[in-house]
C-alpha cells in the first residue's frame, strides 16, 4: 500500500514569489492535513480538507491557502513569500471519519531567499 | 493557541536503558498519538491511543493515555541505538470543529549512546 507521497522534496523560492505544494494521500484517505514544522514553532496545524471542503483551519494569514480534488489529492499554496516561510511542510492523510491515526509524508523542505 | 507540555525535552541514555517521556495539558484530548520523526523525514506513528486509561504495547513501546485525558506518557524499554529521534506527542481535542488537527508537543529528543 502506497504511503503518502508528497512533492517536490526541496524547494527554492525567492521572497515575494508563490509556491504550490502537492499531497497524495494514501489510497481511500479522504482527509488531509496540512502543517508547518519550524525550529521555533514547532509543527503547527494549517488547515485540513475532507472531500473536497475545507473542515478546519489553522491561525495562519491568508497568503496559505489549499485545495482538494475530487481523487483526494491536496495541494497547498503560498503567496507572497517572505523569509519566515521558511520550513518543512508536511501533510498528514486519514480515513477522516474518526478514529484511527494520521500517516505522515516525508515533507517539503522550502527555502524563502 | 493550544499547548502540549512534553518533557523533557532531550534525552541522552545508555544503550539497554529504559525511557520515559510525557506530555500534559490542560484541556480535555479524545485522541493521543505518539510519533518518532528522523531528520528531514516526516513523523512516523508509533502508538495511538484512543480511551481513557488505555495501555497499548508496540514492541518495546509503551503508552498511555490518562485518566483525566489531559496527559499520555511513552515507555520505551531496553533502548537500542536505532531508537535515536526525535519524539512527538500529538493530540486532538473533543469536537467536530477540531476533526484533522492534531497539536503537538515540543518534541523529546533521544541520542543513546551505544
Known amino acids: 500500500k502506497a504511503g503518502v507521497t508528497q512533492t517536490p522534496r526541496y524547494l527554492i523560492k525567492t521572497r515575494g514569489q508563490q509556491v504550490t505544494l502537492s499531497c497524495s494521500p494514501i489510497?481511500?484517505?479522504?482527509?488531509v492535513s496540512w502543517y508547518q514544522q519550524t525550529p521555533g514553532q514547532g509543527l503547527q496545524f494549517l488547515f485540513e480538507y475532507f472531500s473536497e471542503t475545507q473542515r478546519n483551519k489553522g491561525n495562519f494569514p491568508g497568503r496559505f491557502s489549499g485545495r482538494q480534488f475530487s481523487n483526494s489529492r491536496s495541494e497547498m499554496n503560498v503567496s507572497t513569500l517572505e523569509l519566515g516561510d521558511s520550513a518543512l511542510y508536511l501533510c498528514?492523510?486519514?480515513?477522516?471519519?474518526?478514529?484511527?491515526?494520521?500517516?505522515f509524508g516525508s515533507g517539503t523542505r522550502l527555502t524563502v531567499v | 493557541g493550544q499547548q502540549l507540555n512534553q518533557s523533557p525535552q532531550s534525552m541522552f541514555i545508555q544503550e539497554g536503558e529504559d525511557v520515559s517521556m510525557n506530555c500534559t495539558s490542560s484541556?480535555?484530548?479524545?485522541?493521543w498519538l505518539w510519533y518518532k520523526q528522523d531528520p528531514g523525514e516526516g513523523p512516523v506513528l508509533l502508538i495511538a491511543l484512543y480511551k481513557a486509561g488505555e495501555l497499548t504495547s508496540n514492541g518495546r513501546l509503551t503508552a498511555q493515555f490518562g485518566i483525566t485525558r489531559k496527559d499520555s506518557f511513552l515507555n520505551i524499554s531496553a533502548s537500542i541505538p536505532s531508537d535515536v529521534g526525535i519524539y512527538f506527542c500529538?493530540?486532538?481535542?473533543?469536537?467536530?470543529?477540531?476533526?484533522?488537527?492534531?497539536?503537538f508537543g515540543q518534541g523529546t529528543t533521544l541520542q543513546v549512546k551505544p
Open positions: 498528514a492523510s486519514s480515513l477522516g471519519t474518526g478514529g484511527g491515526g494520521y500517516t
Open positions: 500529538a493530540g486532538q481535542l473533543k469536537g467536530s470543529s477540531n476533526t484533522g488537527k492534531l497539536i
Open positions: 489510497s481511500g484517505h479522504r482527509s
Open positions: 484541556s480535555i484530548f479524545n485522541t
